[in-house]
């Protein structure tokens, strides 16, 4: 969503390449504002109202002026990208993720209400503070670190083991993460930065689905957690960098004459 909507703003997508970019997360995408003011404002369904298409949500980031998008992927513990108590920042934490739209002055938060339905909810937002940039070299590397640490801190605690069958689960979830299709002009080490991130985090879920771990007591259990938080925190960095250095070359790229 941030990528291509940018990318439509910026001149270098259709509108319909948007459109049918995000159906690779879900058919049905449903926009509504979060609540009946910014519904009123923003000219878009209210929450209780039948959600209206994707082309509605585009049509008003660009009515209010809207220049390129931010990926937000908040956490407890890590609240960057939000704007305070707000209702947009809880319903962030809660989802995990969110599109910022800053000079739009607005916010959307993805949730699956359905199988096949993705509800995307429209929330207005007051300048967000300044974002951290981030080098998409030293977020790769800080992954690839945090990785290796990970596995050393693990081994020493004694809280790692091997089953028969991990390397296929982690295949298998892989291959089931949406593929999606991205603008001409992205830069490739994003795409493999984006493809590296996916692989560890698909790693993630099978050390922390695997209860207890290999883990002998609670105490050890939660230095399993305590040990794998980093390469959480360094996986979420490494896809905020690269889909922001994307956003930044098709920036780049419009402003450039021709």
């Known amino acids: 969503m941030v990528v291509w909507t940018s990318a439509w703003l910026h001149g270098a997508a259709a509108s319909d390449d948007v459109i049918d970019a995000v159906r690779t997360w879900s058919e049905v995408n449903q926009i509504h504002a979060a609540d009946e003011e910014t519904a009123l404002r923003r000219e878009l369904p209210g929450p209780r109202d039948s959600g209206a298409g994707l082309a509605l949500l585009l049509a008003s980031i660009r009515r209010a002026d809207g220049d390129a998008g931010e990926l937000v992927l908040p956490v407890a513990g890590d609240a960057r990208g939000l704007d305070g108590s707000t209702e947009f920042s809880k319903n962030a934490m809660r989802r995990g993720e969110a599109a910022v739209f800053p000079t739009a002055g607005l916010a959307v938060v993805p949730e699956r209400v359905a199988e096949g339905i993705l509800r995307w909810t429209v929330h207005e937002v007051s300048e967000s503070p300044a ?6 070299g030293e977020a790769e590397h800080g992954m690839s670190s945090a990785m290796r640490e990970a596995a050393s801190t693990l081994t020493e605690l004694d809280v790692s083991h091997s089953r028969p069958g991990v390397r296929t689960e982690i295949a298998a979830n892989v291959a089931s993460r949406p593929q999606p299709s991205w603008p001409e002009g992205v830069p ?3 795409l493999r930065v984006l493809q590296r991130a996916t692989e560890v985090e698909a ?7 695997d209860a207890p771990g290999g883990a002998v007591s609670a105490s050890a259990d939660r230095a399993r957690g305590q040990a794998l938080r980093p390469l959480f925190a360094a996986v979420r960095t490494a896809r905020r960098a690269a889909v922001g250095e994307m956003v930044r070359t098709l920036a780049h790229s419009a402003d450039k004459p021709h």
Not at 131 to 136: A, I
Not at 203 to 209: D, G, K
């Open 131 to 136: 974002r951290e940039h981030t080098p998409v």
């Open 188 to 190: 490739q080490r994003c």
């Open 203 to 209: 790693i993630l879920r099978v050390a922390t689905e």
